[in-house]
């Protein structure tokens, strides 16, 4: 009989070093980490932010001062993939914008006493007032977000509109057709003299 040779079974990097062939795999899709905690939509923690959007607290500040409540990054991201709270979202918002416009009435028709110190040569003093400027500056805040938040409702409108009810007001360069009738009479009146 014919000697025969065993051979062994060699490993895989050793294959690869002799230049074999290896089979192909499919590329993996690459896929980023996650960072951070994951988000749970939550449904009360939804409707809790509606109701306070709906009294015009913004939603910066309702994720910020509520224990448990998610970044207001996250809302966005819910807002993105639920339809239906994004629609409930801005219901809220614009029914906040009503509110934050009856506090500009209320913050105008009821005083706010503060202390105000004086400075004189011979000392300071201290009366209490009306503070008929503090007053003002939260108003014309308030209705300058507003202005910018919902400009059709709140803001100065401003539009130039020409007859029959907002018709479009047509405009013609005449000056050409003008300079060409100029030149037209120079010439009649070079021939006829």
């Given at each position: 009989?014919?000697?025969?040779?065993?051979?062994?079974?060699?490993?895989?990097?050793?294959?690869?070093?002799?230049?074999?062939?290896?089979?192909?795999?499919?590329?993996?899709?690459?896929?980023?980490?996650?960072?951070?905690?994951?988000?749970?939509?939550d449904?009360?923690?939804?409707?809790?932010?509606?109701?306070?959007?709906?009294?015009?607290?913004?939603?910066?500040?309702?994720?910020?001062?509520?224990?448990?409540?998610?970044?207001?990054?996250?809302?966005?991201?819910?807002?993105?993939?639920?339809l239906?709270?994004?629609?409930?979202?801005?219901?809220a918002?614009?029914?906040?914008?009503?509110?934050?416009?009856?506090?500009?009435?209320?913050?105008?028709?009821?005083?706010?006493?503060?202390?105000?110190?004086?400075?004189?040569?011979?000392?300071?003093?201290?009366?209490?007032?009306?503070?008929?400027?503090?007053?003002?500056?939260?108003?014309e805040?308030?209705?300058?977000?507003?202005?910018?938040?919902?400009?059709t409702?709140?803001?100065?409108?401003?539009?130039?509109?020409?007859?029959d009810?907002?018709?479009?007001?047509?405009?013609?360069?005449?000056?050409?057709?003008?300079?060409?009738?100029?030149?037209?009479?120079?010439?009649?009146?070079?021939?006829?003299g």
């Open positions: 009989m014919p000697e025969t040779k065993k051979t062994a079974k060699k490993p895989i990097g050793a294959a690869k070093a002799q230049g074999a062939v290896a089979p192909k795999k499919s590329p993996e899709p690459k896929t980023k980490p996650k960072i951070g905690r994951p988000s749970n939509y449904p009360e923690i939804a409707r809790i932010i509606c109701e306070q959007l709906s009294e015009g607290i913004p939603l910066r500040q309702i994720c910020r001062e509520n224990q448990g409540f998610p970044a207001w990054r996250t809302v966005y991201d819910w807002m993105g993939r639920d239906a709270l994004s629609a409930s979202i801005a219901r918002r614009d029914i906040g914008y009503d509110a934050l416009a009856e506090e500009c009435l209320q913050i105008a028709d009821n005083m706010e006493f503060g202390q105000v110190q004086t400075m004189t040569d011979k000392g300071s003093s201290t009366t209490v007032e009306d503070m008929l400027g503090h007053r003002k500056l939260r108003i805040t308030r209705l300058k977000l507003l202005a910018k938040f919902h400009p409702k709140y803001g100065d409108r401003v539009a130039i509109e020409g007859v009810g907002g018709a479009a007001i047509k405009t013609e360069d005449t000056t050409a057709h003008k300079f060409l009738e100029i030149i037209r009479n120079m010439e009649m009146t070079k021939r006829a």
